[in-house]
């Protein structure tokens, strides 16, 4: 078997990473931006640190936000006739999930203009061509879409999200700046980070996963366990460990695929709104107990990266416990709910068969059957 790893052309980490952007925009003789960020960013001007800096060096540039939380095949439809009347070469994408992934199906349509329909592209889609050039720039700490071949887009009209798998929409570059990351409230801190913990745990634990990714993930869960609760309190030492942890999680999921937490919060998100990182930290728990008999000793290790002493005296049921308890004790301390209101139980059989068709099934390290799906949502009821 061969296995693969795919990262950015080049990636700038710490505070200050901003000032690169100008010098990277310059460096490959690009002539006009196309800056996706969603309108919360531009209302509280932190797109504006970066286009400040363009601004600075003389560089032209367009501003796209026509960018929801949970972004839809309208807002990339919109940004791929925006992207074509602007002129731009090249794509600035400042913020979440939300404007990373909107700007990599942008990207990817204008260089594959055969898949404009843009469920064309769930799964794996057969493009031929890189995307147009993304510098990424991310504003919180758990998508680590700077340095992942994903993204995903809600189907609004079939209620679902659907996950795009492409090596051709890597950003080329990706700009890890804590700064730009301050400004993020307790509660978005809180749910992006617990969707990177979820990354480093089910990247660790999926079917694909092998040593140079595990070497990643013990890494992020290390990271993530002891800066997440700073990051929530916005301590510098907090802000910048949450930066690195989830871009190293970022570096390894993306190569060997995610599992079920990630599949049924992508329906949550889809049918409820539910925000994403909030719906994995709910899940996460739940699929660790599930899954915990097809993981070996996996989960000794996780118990150590969360902080867990003594671990090494502790049997094979103790220390699986004491992973997932863990998780669900970090989940707690940063305020994520535990159960989900909204879930009805005439909503189970849709949720269950959209998480069971969803692109992250296949990798989880023990197999699910609709009934299981079903009875696992049940549990945040």
Same mark, same amino acid.
């Given at each position: 078997m061969?296995?693969?790893?795919?990262?950015?052309?080049?990636?700038?980490?710490?505070?200050?990473?901003?000032?690169?952007?100008?010098?990277?925009?310059?460096?490959?003789?690009?002539?006009?931006?196309?800056?996706?960020?969603d309108p919360?960013?531009?209302?509280f001007?932190?797109?504006?640190?970066?286009?400040?800096?363009?601004?600075?060096?003389?560089?032209a540039?367009?501003?796209?936000?026509d960018?929801?939380?949970?972004?839809t095949?309208e807002?990339? *439809?919109?940004?791929v006739?925006?992207?074509?009347?602007?002129g731009?070469?090249?794509?600035?994408?400042i913020?979440g999930?939300?404007?990373? &992934?909107?700007? *990599?199906?942008?990207?990817?349509?204008?260089?594959?203009?055969?898949f404009?329909?843009?469920?064309?592209?769930? !799964?794996?889609?057969p493009? *031929?061509?890189p995307?147009?050039?993304?510098?990424?720039?991310?504003?919180?700490? !758990?998508?680590?879409?700077?340095?992942?071949?994903?993204?995903v887009?809600t189907d609004?009209?079939?209620?679902?999200k659907?996950?795009?798998v &492409?090596?051709?929409?890597?950003p080329?570059?990706?700009?890890?700046?804590p700064?730009m990351?301050?400004?993020?409230?307790k509660g978005?801190?809180?749910?992006t980070?617990?969707?990177a913990?979820?990354h480093?745990?089910?990247?660790?634990?999926?079917?694909?996963?092998?040593?140079?990714?595990?070497m990643?993930?013990?890494?992020?869960?290390?990271?993530i366990?002891?800066?997440?609760?700073?990051?929530?309190?916005?301590?510098?030492?907090?802000?910048?460990?949450?930066?690195?942890?989830q871009?190293?999680a970022?570096?390894?999921?993306s190569?060997?695929g995610?599992?079920?937490?990630?599949?049924?919060?992508?329906?949550l998100g889809?049918?409820y709104?539910?925000?994403h990182?909030?719906?994995?930290?709910?899940?996460?728990?739940i699929v660790?107990?599930?899954?915990?008999?097809?993981?070996?000793e996996?989960?000794?290790?996780?118990?150590?990266?969360?902080?867990?002493?003594?671990?090494?005296?502790?049997d094979?049921?103790?220390?699986?416990k004491a992973?997932?308890?863990?998780v @669900?004790?970090?989940?707690?301390d940063?305020?994520?709910?535990?159960?989900?209101?909204?879930?009805?139980e005439?909503?189970?059989?849709?949720l269950?068969e959209?998480?069971?068709a969803?692109?992250?099934?296949p990798?989880?390290?023990?197999?699910?059957?609709?009934?299981?799906? @079903?009875?696992?949502?049940?549990?945040?009821?």
């Amino acid at each position: 078997m061969t296995n693969r790893i795919m990262l950015n052309q080049t990636s700038y980490h710490g505070a200050g990473a901003i000032a690169e952007i100008a010098n990277e925009a310059k460096a490959h003789g690009f002539k006009k931006a196309f800056v996706c960020s969603d309108p919360d960013l531009i209302k509280f001007q932190v797109t504006t640190k970066v286009t400040d800096l363009l601004d600075k060096e003389g560089l032209a540039y367009e501003i796209y936000s026509d960018i929801k939380a949970n972004p839809t095949i309208e807002n990339v *439809k919109n940004g791929v006739a925006a992207f074509k009347a602007s002129g731009a070469d090249y794509i600035v994408a400042i913020g979440g999930g939300s404007s990373m &992934d909107t700007a *990599k199906a942008i990207g990817i349509i204008i260089a594959n203009p055969e898949f404009e329909d843009v469920r064309s592209l769930e !799964g794996v889609a057969p493009t *031929k061509n890189p995307c147009v050039p993304i510098l990424a720039v991310p504003t919180t700490a !758990g998508t680590a879409a700077e340095v992942t071949i994903n993204y995903v887009i809600t189907d609004v009209e079939r209620k679902r999200k659907f996950v795009c798998v &492409d090596p051709h929409d890597m950003p080329i570059v990706a700009v890890v700046d804590p700064d730009m990351m301050s400004s993020m409230p307790k509660g978005l801190t809180a749910s992006t980070g617990m969707d990177a913990l979820t990354h480093a745990i089910e990247g660790y634990t999926t079917k694909g996963a092998w040593e140079m990714t595990d070497m990643f993930h013990i890494k992020a869960i290390e990271i993530i366990a002891k800066s997440l609760r700073g990051a929530v309190e916005n301590t510098k030492e907090g802000r910048e460990g949450m930066a690195l942890g989830q871009y190293i999680a970022g570096m390894g999921f993306s190569n060997v695929g995610l599992g079920i937490a990630h599949s049924m919060a992508h329906t949550l998100g889809a049918v409820y709104d539910t925000p994403h990182g909030v719906a994995c930290a709910m899940m996460l728990p739940i699929v660790m107990e599930y899954n915990a008999e097809c993981t070996g000793e996996k989960y000794r290790e996780i118990a150590r990266a969360m902080g867990v002493k003594g671990v090494d005296e502790m049997d094979v049921d103790t220390y699986r416990k004491a992973a997932v308890d863990a998780v @669900k004790k970090l989940s707690e301390d940063v305020g994520i709910p535990a159960k989900l209101a909204a879930l009805k139980e005439e909503d189970l059989d849709f949720l269950a068969e959209s998480a069971h068709a969803d692109a992250c099934a296949p990798g989880n390290p023990k197999d699910a059957s609709v009934e299981d799906l @079903k009875n696992l949502f049940r549990k945040l009821m």
